[in-house]
Structures are given as structure tokens and as C-alpha cells.
């Protein structure tokens, strides 16, 4: 099985930064893209930014200039660095892997981490 954990999430106010992580284990061969979702208080989970093994990148609109992704290879890592937060980026951030090769898992599933709080106080 590939598990997924994230840390990072917390409490700061408007302008501030945070920086969340999120590393998967497992016996693991390669993961196609790795990336970030959120789900806003009341609303559906929503792409925030997503990093191929490639180096592509794929950002919303909402977040572009002020956020970014990182990938560490060697380490099944995944970083969303989050400068100049907003009110509105408050919600519960999901770590999420796709195009997995591990052992003992189907090639090509996906996988979540149980979710990080990050709350932007005004």
C-alpha cells in the first residue's frame, strides 16, 4: 500500500506564509504526478496545483503567483509553499499522488492523504 501524510497546516493571519508537506510511503517505483487539493469550508475539493514527474506544472488561477509546488524524487515528496494567503485560501488541503508504481498496488492508481487544516484569519 502507498500512504500519503501531509503536515504543515495551521493558524496565520492574511499576508502570511506557510509551507505544506507531504511525503509517501511504501515500497514505490515512480509516481506520475503529485499535487495539492483543497476543499474550502462548504464547497467541493478543488485543484490547487499539480507537478508531473516531468515538470510540468498546472496551477489555478486563484493561487498563480502566490504559490508554489515542489517535487523531491528521491523521496516521494510533494511541498506547496503558500505566500501572501488569503481569507479565501482557508479550507482543508489534500495531498493526492497519481500513476502510481509500488509494490503491491495496481499500476497506475491514486492515492490521498487524510488532509491538513489551514486557516487564514483577516
Known amino acids: 500500500q502507498v500512504q500519503l501524510v501531509e503536515s504543515g497546516g495551521g493558524l496565520v493571519q492574511a499576508g502570511g506564509s506557510l509551507r505544506l508537506s507531504c511525503v509517501a510511503s511504501?515500497?514505490?517505483?515512480?509516481?506520475?504526478?503529485m499535487g495539492w487539493y483543497r476543499r474550502p469550508p462548504g464547497k467541493q475539493r478543488e485543484l490547487v496545483a499539480i507537478?508531473?514527474?516531468?515538470?510540468?506544472?498546472n496551477y489555478a488561477d486563484s493561487v498563480k503567483g502566490r504559490f508554489t509546488i515542489s517535487r523531491d524524487n528521491a523521496k516521494n515528496a510533494v511541498y506547496l509553499q503558500m505566500n501572501s494567503l488569503k481569507p479565501e485560501d482557508t479550507a482543508v488541503y489534500y495531498c493526492?499522488?497519481?500513476?502510481?508504481?509500488?509494490?503491491?498496488?495496481?499500476?497506475?492508481?491514486?492515492?490521498w492523504g487524510q488532509g491538513t487544516q489551514v486557516t487564514v484569519s483577516s
Open positions: 507537478l508531473t514527474d516531468s515538470g510540468r506544472t
Open positions: 493526492n499522488a497519481q500513476g502510481i508504481s509500488a509494490a503491491y498496488v495496481d499500476y497506475g492508481s491514486a492515492a
Open positions: 511504501g515500497t514505490i517505483f515512480s509516481i506520475n504526478a
